[in-house]
């Protein structure tokens, strides 16, 4: 069964802090793993990953991805309020199905 | 560009009523999905179409038949509504940039089946 685990469920932290929201996936046929950010409605697309070991950055955000570990990590650096959200992972396979995880939960306190 | 509107933004139905959820593109899409969301599930692909004519089932289709005539149009029928089907649907439209399809979401519609 195809399955994509995102790990922690929620986290609250402080504006200025460093998070690490982890992304598991267990899928047949992986194409490339995608991060989102859902604020109150529909999300928001911010990386694609299809190779190990290059990591994406856009401003305080970068991702990487482990092909090897079937693993990524998404990177928050120096919080803002605005950062909070829920993050999704998402695995695209081969036949153009797609795998979401959960989501974590981010809420940055001032 | 209105990108991807659907309606309604919200629908209350008793179980056993049938509706269809509209969603429309116009960003000459090829590729558009259906989408529920639950608490704590993420989201989990229903139905999705790679152009006009052909649609293929996700990860969780029994009790939705979806129908793609137009590039821009594909609506999502629910057949006997079920207290199990209570979600937030979204609509995504997509193009594919090699390795991906970028997806575009949206607003969603809240239904609840009573």
């Known amino acids: 069964e195809d399955k994509v685990v995102q790990s922690p469920l929620s986290l609250v932290v402080h504006e200025g802090d460093t998070v690490t929201l982890n992304c598991s996936y267990e899928?047949?046929?992986?194409?490339?793993l995608l991060w989102y950010k859902q604020e109150k409605k529909a999300p928001t697309f911010l990386f694609m990953l299809?190779?190990?070991?290059i990591e994406k950055k856009s401003g305080r955000l970068s991702s990487i991805l482990d092909k090897k570990e079937l693993f990524s990590i998404l990177n928050i650096t120096a919080t803002q309020t605005g950062d909070s959200a829920v993050y999704l992972c998402?695995?695209?396979?081969?036949?153009?199905?797609?795998?979401f995880g959960a989501g974590t939960r981010l809420t940055v306190k001032p | 560009n209105a990108g991807v509107t659907q309606t309604p933004k919200f629908q209350v139905l008793k179980t056993g009523q049938s509706m269809t959820l509209q969603c429309a593109q116009d960003?000459?899409?090829?590729?558009m999905s259906w989408y529920r969301q639950d608490p704590g599930m993420g989201l989990r692909l229903i139905h999705y179409?790679?152009?006009?004519?052909?649609?293929d089932q996700g990860e969780v289709p029994n009790g939705y038949n979806v129908s793609r005539s137009t590039t821009e149009d594909f609506p999502l029928r629910l057949l006997s509504a079920a207290p199990s089907q209570t979600s937030v649907y979204f609509c995504?439209?997509?193009?594919?940039?090699?390795?991906?399809?970028?997806?575009?979401f949206g607003p969603g519609t809240r239904l609840t089946v009573t």
């Open positions: 998402a695995s695209t396979l081969n036949n153009n199905d797609m795998r």
């Open positions: 899928v047949t046929n992986f194409r490339s």
């Open positions: 299809t190779s190990s070991g």
């Open positions: 960003m000459n899409h090829e590729y």
């Open positions: 179409s790679v152009g006009a004519g052909i649609t």
């Open positions: 995504a439209s997509s193009y594919f940039r090699g390795a991906y399809y970028e997806q575009y």
